[in-house]
């Protein structure tokens, strides 16, 4: 925490000084990035593709962007454009553009091994992005490679921010999460993505500390919170304190950091198989179970869950409700008492609703954000984690559960003034 609050603070004085310096200009000789009046702002990401954390994110910047900058136009450039217009009430375009597959076109496009499509993709970004005079990366780890080839969303991240420069459209990284970025083809496109920014901010000091270990300069890079944490949080609901426990577990569909690796599957078995015994132990000592997800895929994990389940315990009653977002996950959160969570943003949801929580982690930005919240001792790796020792975290959780809720407390209330002190700094240097 005080890393995070040391950072902001040096952020927030050199964004001080130079809005003195700024004020000393002529206005119409100062480029801020964006037009006076009314603005069009572009917001990069893979949403609409089922990932509730990332159209959390997305969320919370429009609610932002919308609040703050009601005369806006934004453009949202997405995995699913109509999938996110429906939703956010937004314009959208596609990340990518395919090339010719058909006819004289698409025989060329073969010939020259889809250069002369990949040519044509980039002439229609530049034309589409030079509209904008801002284009905002909001949340998500959008500089990790979890999941994707070097061709996938490292390419477009670089190709997107290279035409904003040559377009003069100003770039900002805002509250990401960057790290780890395994291949080195990847971790190149998306270093050199980050260096045409204008503004980078990261929601955690191990992103920051990931990108100066690649020898990035983020000497004026500021850490905020993720984004989500500016969402509205539902009402809980009163409850007692009864024995029986009302246990949130969060599961994913996990297959590796790249699910498309040899040996996805195996993992995947070994990780629903533990967690299967885990909530039969939670049902034995007459806990009730929650299951919840953070991504359209993790039904298959439902499914698989409790048929293994079953296979132990043919009545089990396992609780269930699909969700279509951030806010419907904090809704089941709040029907809990305990959380335990392989997803971030299940973390995340977990953690705003004020609910002790076990972390089943997949990368370091879990461990980081339990670390924050006081619950570092309530980790343990997706991949390698032992039932037993998940038992015992939830015995010694479940004994202090009051202190963590009111520690929970007290940090979510640092949190949110770090986001607001970040709207501030937007408001005034990226989209003012």
């Not at 954000?369 to 479940?398: D, I, P, R, W, Y």
């Amino acid at each position: 925490m005080t890393a995070r609050i040391d950072a902001a603070d040096k952020f927030d004085s050199l964004a001080s000084a130079k809005a003195i310096k700024a004020a000393s200009h002529d206005p119409s000789e100062h480029r801020t990035g964006l037009r006076r009046g009314p603005q069009k702002i572009a917001l990069f990401g893979l949403f609409g593709s089922g990932n509730l954390g990332n159209d959390g994110s997305l969320e919370a910047m429009v609610g932002f962007l919308r609040r703050e900058r009601p005369d806006a136009e934004l453009l949202c450039i997405c995995g699913e454009p109509g999938v996110v217009k429906q939703t956010f009430g937004i314009e959208t375009l596609p990340i990518r553009r395919n090339g010719p597959r058909r006819g004289l076109s698409g025989t060329i496009n073969r010939l020259f091994l889809k250069i002369p499509g990949k040519l044509a993709d980039f002439a229609h970004t530049v034309w589409h992005v030079r509209k904008a005079d801002v284009m905002i990366f909001p949340g998500t780890g959008i500089l990790d490679d979890f999941g994707e080839r070097p061709a996938g969303m490292p390419y477009d991240i670089l190709k997107w921010c290279l035409a904003a420069r040559l377009a003069g459209t100003r770039i900002a990284f805002v509250s990401i999460g960057s790290g780890p970025i395994r291949n080195r083809v990847s971790r190149l496109l998306m270093i050199s993505a980050a260096r045409l920014g204008h503004y980078r901010s990261y929601r955690d000091l191990q992103s920051k500390e990931f990108m100066e270990s690649v020898g990035f300069d983020t000497r004026a890079d500021a850490i905020y919170p993720d984004l989500a944490f500016g969402l509205p949080a539902p009402t809980s609901p009163l409850r007692g304190r009864p024995e029986a426990l009302r246990v949130g577990v969060g599961v994913m569909a996990y297959r590796g950091w790249y699910g498309f690796a040899e040996g996805g599957q195996s993992i995947f078995c070994q990780y629903v198989g533990k967690l299967a015994n885990f909530v039969v132990r939670l049902l034995d000592c007459g806990h009730e179970v929650r299951l919840l997800t953070g991504d359209a895929e993790d039904r298959i994990a439902i499914d698989a869950l409790q048929a293994a389940v079953r296979n132990f315990r043919p009545e089990a009653k396992l609780a269930y409700e699909r969700v279509n977002s951030l806010s419907d996950v904090m809704g089941q959160m709040a029907l809990t008492d305990i959380v335990v969570a392989t997803r971030f943003h299940n973390i995340v949801c977990a953690l705003k609703m004020c609910r002790p929580t076990i972390s089943l982690s997949y990368a370091r930005k879990n461990d980081v954000l339990m670390e924050e919240m006081g619950l570092g001792e309530f980790c343990q790796h997706v991949e390698k984690f032992n039932v037993e020792t998940l038992v015992a975290q939830f015995s010694q959780l479940t004994a202090a559960r009051e202190k963590h809720e009111q520690a929970i407390s007290e940090r979510l209330a640092a949190l949110r003034e770090q986001v607001g002190r970040q709207e501030a700094r937007l408001l005034f240097s990226a989209i003012s």
